[in-house]
T-cell receptor, first 115, second 113 residues
Framework: EPEVTQTPSHQVTQMGQEVILRCVPI?????FYWYRQILGQKVEFLVS????????KSEIFDDQFSVERPDGSNFTLKIRSTKLEDSAMYFC?????????????FGPGTRLLVL | DQQVKQNSPSLSVQEGRISILNCDYT??????FLWYKKYPAEGPTFLIS?????DKNEDGRFTVFLNKSAKHLSLHIVPSQPGDSAVYFC????????????FGAGTQVVVTP
C-alpha cells in the first residue's frame, strides 16, 4: 500500500541553525501539506502546496519557513534560524488531485528538537 | 482557535463493546469531516470521513454520524478491539480552504480485555 515517508525520523539542532525536513508523498498525489504538533497540543496546519505554489498557509508559517518540491518525488520544509519553540513533531501529508474533499494521508513524522 | 473540539480526553471501553467518540465544531462553513487514529511515534492514520451532504457513513466496524444542526459528529467503533487503543482525532475542512484541516485535541481510547 502506498504511503508517505519522511526523513529524518528525529532531528536535533542548535537554536539559530537551519533544518530541512524531507517528505516523499504518495506518488500519484498532487496536493501536499505540512502540519506540526507541539507536545501536548493539537495538530496544526502549516501550509498546503499545489502546482509548485503555496495554496494556503497559516499564521504560523512566516518568513522563517519555506517549502519546495525540488524534484518529482520530494517535498521539503525548511526552517531557518530555528527557535526553541519550533520543537515539535512535523507531519507531511498528501492527497489526490481529484475533487475538493480529498482525504489526506500522513507520514510518520519528524521529531524536531531545538536546543 | 477552538473550531473543532473533542471534550473527552480519554475513554475506556471493554473489548467487544461499543466505543463512541464525540466531536463538536463551531464553524458552519466546514463541509468535510474526518477521523484519524494515531499510535505513539506514528503519523495520523485515516479511518473514515463524511461529507456535509450526508448524515452517516459506515466502513466495517467504523461508523461516523454527522448532525449539522447541532454541529456535532461522532465515531462509533463496534466491536471494540485491543488494537483500537490509540488517540483518535476529529478533523474538519472547508472546500475553499485548500485542504487545511482543523484538528481536535484528540481522545485517548483504551480497550480493556
Amino acid at each position: 500500500e502506498p504511503e508517505v515517508t519522511q526523513t529524518p525520523s528525529h532531528q536535533v539542532t542548535q537554536m539559530g541553525q537551519e533544518v530541512i525536513l524531507r517528505c516523499v508523498p504518495i506518488s500519484n498525489h498532487l496536493y501536499f501539506y505540512w502540519y506540526r504538533q507541539i507536545l501536548g497540543q493539537k495538530v496544526e496546519f502549516l501550509v498546503s502546496f499545489y502546482n509548485n505554489e503555496i495554496s494556503e498557509k497559516s499564521e504560523i508559517f512566516d518568513d522563517q519557513f519555506s517549502v519546495e518540491r525540488p524534484d518529482g518525488s520530494n517535498f521539503t520544509l525548511k526552517i531557518r534560524s530555528t527557535k526553541l519553540e519550533d520543537s515539535a513533531m512535523y507531519f507531511c501529508a498528501s492527497s489526490d488531485s481529484e475533487g475538493d474533499q480529498e482525504t489526506q494521508y500522513f507520514g510518520p513524522g519528524t521529531r524536531l528538537l531545538v536546543l | 482557535d477552538q473550531q473543532v473540539k473533542q471534550n473527552s480526553p480519554s475513554l475506556s471501553v471493554q473489548e467487544g463493546r461499543i466505543s463512541i467518540l464525540n466531536c463538536d465544531y463551531t464553524n458552519s462553513m466546514f463541509d468535510y469531516f474526518l477521523w484519524y487514529k494515531k499510535y505513539p511515534a506514528e503519523g495520523p492514520t485515516f479511518l473514515i470521513s463524511i461529507s456535509s451532504i450526508k448524515d452517516k457513513n459506515e466502513d466495517g466496524r467504523f461508523t461516523v454520524f454527522l448532525n449539522k444542526s447541532a454541529k456535532h459528529l461522532s465515531l462509533h467503533i463496534v466491536p471494540s478491539q485491543p488494537g483500537d487503543s490509540a488517540v483518535y482525532f476529529c478533523a474538519a475542512s472547508r472546500t475553499d480552504s485548500w485542504g487545511k484541516l482543523q484538528f481536535g485535541a484528540g481522545t485517548q481510547v483504551v480497550v480493556t480485555p
